[in-house]
């Protein structure tokens, strides 16, 4: 089974530009999860999603920042325009069930984010 | 609100040697989960284990256990006989039970280091 698919895996780009991560969630998962990980901060939560719908979206640093689910089998991260500060690693999760507690998150490998 | 403290930040240990890592949480809900996750160099997040708040049996898993002490809020992590494989930063993390969702508070994470 295909775990969570993330693209790109690198992204090098010039502060001021767009960039726009993508992810592609476990099939069949109802919740998906952006987190951030810096060295500063360690692993944040910016945005998660139930059933497509955004559910609470207060770890979103500010309003460069924005974050859909289209469909179930696709979500994005968009940051515009991009700083330095934003250098991280982007990681998307899913997990099955929204409607329980137990269910563990299933990561994908992450975009590792560089802005110059 | 929910919190994770992993007070070691680093942890260097010896080929061999056991090694414990700490995990304290705060929670007012009553029902809630535990999780480890292992981070390696490579980056991607991997889920160890799950426990939830009723069950405080303790678990072993090959070189692995855990042991859960609601008294003292605690989960800590303990790698027998620790092998450089087991060279990772890791995280545990909490979930609250309810219909918004598994979202997961983590912990600042250890960073394990095992020399030969």
């Known amino acids: 089974d295909a775990g969570v698919i993330q693209s790109p895996r690198h992204e090098v780009t010039e502060m001021g530009q767009e960039v726009t991560l993508r992810c592609k969630p476990i099939?069949?998962?109802?919740?998906l999860f952006w987190y951030r990980q810096t060295m500063m901060r360690g692993l944040e939560l910016l945005i998660y999603?139930?059933?497509?719908?955004?559910?609470?979206d207060s770890g979103m640093p500010e309003d460069r920042f924005s974050a859909k689910m289209p469909n179930a089998s696709f979500s994005t991260l968009k940051i515009q325009p991009s700083e330095p500060r934003d250098s991280a690693v982007y990681f998307c999760?899913?997990?099955?069930?929204?409607?329980?507690?137990?269910?563990?998150?299933?990561f994908g490998p992450g975009t590792r984010l560089t802005v110059l | 609100a929910q919190k994770v403290t992993q007070a070691q930040t680093e942890i260097s240990v010896v080929e061999k040697e056991d090694v414990t890592l700490d995990c304290v949480y705060e929670t007012r809900d009553t029902t809630y989960y535990l999780f480890w996750y292992k981070q390696p160099p490579s980056g991607e997040l991997v889920f160890l284990i799950r426990r939830n708040s009723f069950d405080e049996q303790n678990e072993i898993s090959g070189r692995y256990s855990w042991n859960f002490q609601k008294s003292t809020s605690s989960f800590n992590f303990t790698i027998t006989a620790s092998q450089v494989v087991d060279s990772a930063v890791y995280f545990c993390?909490?979930?609250?039970?309810?219909?918004?969702?598994?979202?997961?508070?983590f912990g600042e994470g250890t960073q394990l280091t095992v020399n030969p």
């Open positions: 993390a909490l979930s609250e039970y309810g219909t918004s969702g598994s979202r997961l508070t």
């Open positions: 999760a899913s997990s099955p069930d929204p409607a329980v507690g137990y269910n563990e998150q299933f």
């Open positions: 099939s069949g998962h109802n919740s």
């Open positions: 999603f139930n059933n497509n719908v955004p559910i609470d």
